[in-house]
């Protein structure tokens, strides 16, 4: 599924009307200050509209209040500010044991006194399931996470990795119309990390789950969410699909820390809807990608994937430089460029077989990239 | 550069060290010694013997005195056990409110007020009661050992709490468990070390107590301890020694219980 929208617009119920897709997750200027000196503001003013069935990342950088975010809509941590329904339904009169929500704990949590299987089929006892059901419900899971032959292990002594496993299939069992998950790979090698995401993925598509998924690996965002809000420091900087966000990231910190970025310093001549003309330090003019509202004429930044650009020739470049580094990655090479005006500039070109090195160290080359490909970014 | 400090390498520390052990256990091992005497006096040896234990075994007094001690630590430790972990879970569990450091300075008031105090007002409070009801049995020494028990059975219930995990608690709530199942399921089978440390605790302080009793006891309400005060006064023979023995005893197995108890992770 793909969303096109950007921004956090509400897409509202429509009783008996055919609709879209309903919003499972309803955040609306939620603010939580924690009492100090001075006071911490975790979270500013955020808002989200998660929808059904959609598997939405919060993604940023460490300290910025996904954990908070994640907290509140839990129930353990109360908004300073705002609200937060689900489904409609006033999440905030709730306490946490009546909000249909599970969570999967950045501490695991796990229950040291219970083996594996008790710590999985606790939820279901708390619903007050049928004996039978649990059962059959928690073998599913064990079977799910691969942990069906540590069943009767007490938590303390199974593998980081493993308890952050049972930590998942506690909260899935009981089929919750909203998972929460505070960074639940964080602890896996790369090869149970890679096998997980794309378990997880699967799980969320076939379930139906919403699930809320709290990283601050982009890498993990891009490849497994729907929608990604970025956060920094409390706030949403961003909310859009990966692409939108990859590709059109709308400020400057989004473009920073979402893959790499060249940026370049450039004057914005005019703009025509989502296209703006802007001059480069070289004075040469390219069309490039700009915000919808607008840009201000004058100094603007360019953003520039490494990726997107690609050297040439010095008479053929948009820009002239002089080539430092060359570094051979196996799949591509980068290219370290020391731009006329002093800013640096990496392009990343795929490695042929039928390529021959054409530049080294020292040459003098020219950087390219084509008309529409970079993004202005507000400062 | 000088070495790091180290305290045992001053001067005269062994010297001090010893001499606090010496003072310390030196009347110990002595009292547990001249239990062992076979005459009637606890300062001049006279040889080996079980003489003063069969003597403590035998006296229908001992008897009856230790029953009620036992009765009286029991109940009192169980009921100062049941209010301090309602009042360690007050305390950190809670949302901070204005005047915790009151309520928690209340809790341990027993600890602060001078004990002889807690006995005067503890005597004329019960003498009112008795005057208004006529009831002089034992329930006022069980009350009133339940109330100075109270901040020994708090004080490792209350740490353990706090060394516990919240979001263990938060996880089960998460997970649709009600306050008092999370309770039930997820604290209480943490806590339970600390709860059985508080009370051995809160059983040794009130088997051993003198002043308090002392005061509030009706006659013929003696306990061990306020017993063997009692003898003193008159003849001292060994049975003091082989009655203080086995309460030694019985509180090291307790304290060293207690340790094993506070050491019990998860
Ligand atoms: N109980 C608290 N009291 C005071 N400040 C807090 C509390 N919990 C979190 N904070 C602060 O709020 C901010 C957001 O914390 P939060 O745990 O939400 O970050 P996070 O995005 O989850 O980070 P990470 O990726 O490291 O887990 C941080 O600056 C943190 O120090
Ligand atoms: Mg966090």
């Known amino acids: ?379 | 550069m000088s070495k790091a400090f180290n305290v045992s390498r001053q001067n005269g520390f062994t010297t001090i060290a010893i001499t606090c052990f010496v003072l310390l256990y030196l009347p110990i091992i002595l009292l547990v010694v001249y239990s062992f005497n076979s005459g009637t006096s606890v300062a001049i040896w006279e040889g080996f013997s079980w003489r003063w234990y069969q003597s403590a075994w035998q006296n229908d007094q001992v008897q009856e005195a230790t029953v009620r001690s036992l009765i009286i630590a029991l109940w009192a430790s169980a009921i100062s056990t049941t209010c301090a972990v309602l009042a360690a879970l007050a305390t950190t569990r809670t949302r901070k409110f204005k005047g915790q450091a009151a309520v928690f300075a209340m809790i341990n008031q027993p600890l602060m007020v001078p004990e002889i105090v807690t006995a005067v007002a503890l005597l004329i409070f019960f003498a009112m009661i008795k005057v208004a009801t006529g009831y002089t049995g034992l329930a006022y020494l069980i009350v009133a050992h339940s109330a100075f028990c109270i901040p020994f059975a708090y004080l490792p219930i209350r740490a353990r709490l706090q060394g516990m995990d919240l979001s263990l608690e938060q996880a089960a709530a998460d997970l649709y468990a009600t306050p008092f199942k999370v309770f039930r399921r997820i604290t209480l089978p943490q806590l339970w070390p600390g709860i059985l440390a508080g009370a051995m605790l809160a059983f040794v302080i009130s088997l051993d107590d003198v002043v308090i009793t002392e005061f509030v006891k009706s006659a013929g309400q003696d306990t061990l301890p306020t017993y063997m005060l009692g003898q003193l006064r008159r003849v001292v023979t060994p049975e003091v020694n082989a009655i203080s023995t086995v309460l030694f005893g019985i509180s090291v197995t307790f304290v060293i219980a207690f340790t094993v108890l506070g050491k019990i992770k998860n």
């Open chain 1, 1 to 379: 599924m793909v969303f096109a929208q950007v921004s956090g617009d509400v897409e509202k119920t429509i009783t008996g009307g055919t609709l879209k897709v309903a919003t499972a997750i309803s955040v609306r200027n939620l603010r939580k200050v924690y009492p100090g000196q001075p006071p911490v503001v975790a979270l500013a003013d955020a808002s989200i509209d998660i929808k059904d069935n959609e598997f939405f990342t919060l993604l940023g950088p460490s300290g910025c209040g996904k954990t908070t975010l994640l907290r509140m809509i839990a129930g353990f941590e109360h908004p300073t500010a705002g609200s937060l329904t689900m489904h409609g339904e006033n999440l905030l009169e709730l306490p946490p044991y009546k909000r249909p929500v599970n969570t999967v704990f950045q501490s695991y949590a796990l229950f040291p006194h219970l083996t594996v299987a008790q710590n999985i089929s606790f939820g279901l006892e708390m619903l007050g399931k049928p004996k039978a059901e649990i059962r059959q419900t928690v073998d599913e899971m064990m079977a799910l996470v691969k942990m069906t032959e540590m069943a009767d292990r007490q938590t303390g002594q199974i593998s980081g990795g493993q308890q952050q496993r049972v930590a998942l299939a506690r909260a899935l069992a009981p089929k919750p119309r909203v998972l929460l998950l505070d960074e639940p790979l964080s602890a896996l090698d790369f090869k149970l990390r890679k096998d997980m995401q794309l378990e997880l993925k699967r799980l969320q598509m076939e379930t139906g789950i919403t699930f809320v998924f709290v990283t601050h690996d982009q890498e993990e965002a891009l490849t497994m969410s729907d929608r990604i809000a970025v956060m920094n420091a409390g706030e949403i900087r961003q909310i859009g699909n990966p692409r939108q966000i990859y590709d059109q990231p709308a400020e400057r910190f989004v473009a920073d820390f979402i893959g790499d970025t060249n940026f370049l310093p450039a004057e914005l001549i005019e703009t025509a809807g989502q296209t703006a003309t802007i001059r480069l330090s070289s004075g040469k003019q390219i069309a490039a990608r700009a915000a919808e509202s607008g840009s201000q004429k004058g100094k603007v930044t360019l953003a520039v994937r490494p990726e997107h650009a690609s050297i040439g020739p010095e008479a053929e470049g948009l820009l002239a430089g002089t080539l430092g580094e060359v570094v051979y990655f196996g799949t591509d090479t980068h290219y370290h460029v020391a731009l006329e005006d002093g800013t640096g500039f990496v392009v990343r070109q795929q490695n042929r077989p039928d390529a021959t090195a054409q530049f080294s160290s020292g040459d003098r080359v020219g950087v390219h990239f084509a008309p529409g490909i970079g993004q202005v970014l507000k400062d």
